[in-house]
């Protein structure tokens, strides 16, 4: 199908994509030219419209469609003049875009983040080879609203999640997006930030670091032009099986019709690229204020022993955070918990906090104890907690100086005593029925002993002696 228009040794498209890839992007191509070996610009904004941003849509066929076809000559391309789209050039610019080399994808962003210019001024490649950082900052904006433009439906449909973005929170995802841009200092003391050169070689390094900007920037195109292959699992299968499209947990537990979450789609986008992939599958709501009430007993009736879980917190302030448990919450003494935990920021920015090393104060939970604290928090040590909710469930705090020494991280609240709005926990895995979970020791049912016994270094005989279940005598 239309291989006479396709130099197959020397194009892109033929380089980086097989054949059944490139029979595709044919289709595709046929689609929009309605069988002309050619494509217009009224033809292109057919297709496009209501895929992507319209910024980005005519800056793609403007600066990257048109950037060396029809035209004058190759160094510069007039605004005003009539171009058509070749079945190789759309190939090889759709290869530039998903499976390009750093550089090739450098010039892609440059041109996609090309600023409109007045009908008489020409476009030349010299003025391409850098972008003031407020136009790249825009187009990541832009990147990020397109992909919700054309997930949102399918997050509530497929995913079953009750979501919402607005352009402050876009843009809180974008700002975090370049903070692995780097940054010439000798650009700091300008009192106008935004106009700040960001040059292609900068683009190139940062693309070598922002893991979830590169998916986010892939997904966008392959969805935008349909460049799947949809199977039975609910994520599918996108059309290079290295670059999966960005998928969502699906969301279980939950009445929608009674509660709102916490999360919005961006903050969504940014949790789960911080989380393996085995934690990716289903979530489960435990246990959210909103519907069990501002009850520390209901929190811990929820949460214990349900496995690995996200804790989302938001103050008074509206400031929003928490923490990811990658094991089970139990009533202890003591602290515990694994490498896997994490502290985040949800609002008023975006962030997120590894262990650092210095100690193994992950997780802790305790209640009903009079030398001990009450409360739940992960984090730094009795007091001074990353995060910390007393047991009266009404106040807590986030104490750093200058951070916490778990996980490196700084004050997480407005205040550093604050007081609580909404307490929201998912469990990241699909939950264990009694049976699955075996038999209660004596000890099971009597967590204030259990702690005891943990607390003075006793062994706890009784857990190698667990209830016969009857069903089976």
């Known amino acids: 199908m239309g291989a006479g228009n396709t130099k197959a040794n020397d194009s892109l498209c033929a380089k980086y994509f097989d054949q059944d890839e490139i029979e595709k992007i044919e289709e595709l191509f046929f689609k929009i030219t309605k069988g002309n070996e050619t494509f217009t610009k009224e033809q292109y904004k057919e297709y496009i419209k209501n895929k992507v941003h319209d910024d980005i849509a005519q800056n793609f066929y403007e600066h990257v469609l048109c950037s060396s076809t029809i035209c004058p000559s190759k160094d510069k391309i007039p605004p005003q003049c009539s171009v058509t789209v070749s079945q190789s050039k759309f190939g090889d610019s759709l290869a530039t875009l998903l499976k390009g080399t750093v550089e090739e994808k450098g010039k892609a962003i440059i041109a996609l983040c090309k600023m409109k210019v007045p009908a008489k001024t020409p476009i030349t490649t010299a003025n391409t080879q850098s972008v003031e950082f407020s136009t790249l900052q ?19 449909t497929r995913y079953h999640w009750n979501l919402t973005a607005n352009h402050e929170s876009i843009r809180r995802l974008a700002t975090t997006l370049l903070d692995d841009l780097p940054v010439d ?13 960001v040059t292609q070689m900068e683009v190139e390094i940062w693309l070598l670091k922002a893991s979830l900007f590169t998916r986010l920037f892939d997904a966008v195109f392959y969805k935008c032009f349909n460049l799947t292959f949809e199977d039975s699992s609910r994520a599918g299968a996108c059309l290079s099986p290295d670059r999966p499209l960005i998928s969502f947990p699906l969301a279980t537990g939950v009445n929608w019709d009674k509660m709102n979450t916490l ?18 599958q289903t979530w489960m709501l435990l246990f959210s204020s909103r519907v069990h009430g501002n009850s520390f007993t209901q929190l811990m009736t ?11 917190v938001q ?6 955070f928490g923490g990811i448990a990658a094991c089970s919450w ?16 949800l609002r008023p920015n975006l962030a997120i906090y590894t ?5 193994d104060h992950f997780m802790y939970l305790n209640h009903g104890q009079q030398t001990l604290p009450n409360g739940i928090g992960m984090g730094g040590q009795f007091n001074y907690f990353g995060f910390w909710i007393n047991d009266s469930f009404n106040t807590g705090h986030s104490k750093a100086a200058p951070t916490s020494t778990t996980y490196n991280s700084p004050q997480l609240s407005a205040l550093p005593d604050f007081e609580v709005d909404t307490i929201e926990v998912w469990s990241l895995q699909p939950q264990q029925t009694e049976t699955q979970q075996g038999p209660r020791t004596v000890l099971d049912q009597n967590v204030e002993a ?5 607390m003075i270094g006793k062994e706890r005989r009784s857990e190698g002696f667990r209830e016969l279940d009857p069903d089976i005598l």
Request: positive net charge; contains cysteine; proline residues 5%.
């Open 138 to 156: 825009q187009l990541v904006d832009q990147l990020v609203e397109s992909l919700w433009m054309q997930m949102s439906r399918l997050v509530s």
């Open 450 to 454: 259990k702690a005891m016994l943990e």
């Open 302 to 312: 929820h949460i214990i022993k349900k496995g690995p879980s996200v804790i989302i």
């Open 355 to 359: 262990p650092s090393g210095y100690n």
């Open 185 to 197: 200092e000798s650009q700091l003391d300008d009192s106008l930030a935004g106009k700040r050169k």
């Open 330 to 345: 139990q009533q202890k003494p003591k602290f515990y918990g694994t490498t896997g935990c994490r502290l985040f920021t």
């Open 315 to 320: 103050d008074k302030d509206k400031y929003c």
């Open 263 to 280: 999360l919005d789609y961006p903050a969504l986008l940014y949790l789960t690229h911080h989380l393996p992939r085995e934690f990716l």
